[in-house]
Antibody
Framework: QVQLEESGGGVVQPGRSLRLSCVVS????????MHWVRQAPGKGLEWVAG????????YYGDSVKGRFTISRDNSQNTLYLEMNSLRPEDTAVYYC????????????WGQGTPVTVSA | DIVMTQTPLSSPVTLGQPASISCKSS???????????LNWLQQRPGQPPRLLIY???NRFSGVPDRFSGSGAGTDFTLEISRVEAEDVGIYYC?????????FGQGTKVEIK
């Protein structure tokens, strides 16, 4: 049974940092690209970042480039998102998602971890 | 970045009637490998999204055959042949041909 579980969300002040984690099980983590997607309250989905299965290639959305870093530890089956210089507009539920073998995001998502950036 | 534009943004539908959602991209979604990586996701209230359709028209495992996708180039369509109560939710197209991946704004399907 495939499971993805995010953690690390919370309330943080603007300009501060936060690190999200996503622990996965039920599939061979080291064989899959992984992604972070976020959803601001009452808004649509926004792709945030992606990383190749071996961690060598990273991709970012324009709104987070230079502030967020995606990484992974294949020995721990864990995906990370380091978020720096947080802004109020980063407030959202952050989901991790497995990459689909035929392109895009698979049907396997976590339940999300909420991040609130507020003074 | 590629802009994905969905219409309509809201679609009230009578049970058993069809629904259609359009998704247009600002650039061609044909990859250098010749494949068009345009997918559709469904998000039911309070749930994470789920994959419905990949590469324009391929239904993901377990997706009912009342869902179908079509299109090419920059114009794509998701159709529900006969809407059921469980289809209520928000539908998103996403292009995964070019980084950064981009979603449409979402189309809310609700029962009239």
């Amino acid at each position: 049974q495939v499971q993805l579980e995010e953690s690390g969300g919370g309330v943080v002040q603007p300009g501060r940092s936060l690190r999200l984690s996503c622990v996965v099980s039920g599939f061979t983590f080291r064989n899959s690209g992984m992604h972070w997607v976020r959803q601001a309250p009452g808004k649509g989905l926004e792709w945030v970042a992606g990383i190749s299965n071996d961690g060598r290639n990273e991709y970012y959305g324009d709104s987070v480039k230079g502030r967020f870093t995606i990484s992974r530890d294949n020995s721990q089956n864990t995906l990370y998102l380091e978020m720096n210089s947080l802004r109020p507009e980063d407030t959202a539920v952050y989901y991790c998602a497995k990459q689909f073998d035929f392109g895009g995001l698979d049907d396997y998502w976590g339940q999300g971890t909420p991040v609130t950036v507020s003074a | 970045d590629i802009v994905m534009t969905q219409t309509p943004l809201s679609s009230p539908v009578t049970l058993g009637q069809p629904a259609s959602i359009s998704c247009k991209s600002s650039q061609s979604l044909v990859h250098s490998d010749g494949t068009t990586y345009l997918n559709w996701l469904q998000q039911r209230p309070g749930q994470p999204p789920r994959l419905l359709i990949y590469k324009i028209s391929n239904r993901f495992s377990g997706v009912p055959d009342r869902f179908s996708g079509s299109g090419a180039g920059t114009d794509f369509t998701l159709e529900i042949s006969r809407v059921e109560a469980e289809d209520v939710g928000i539908y998103y197209c996403i292009q995964v041909t070019h980084f950064p991946w981009t979603f449409g704004q979402g189309t809310k399907v609700e029962i009239k």
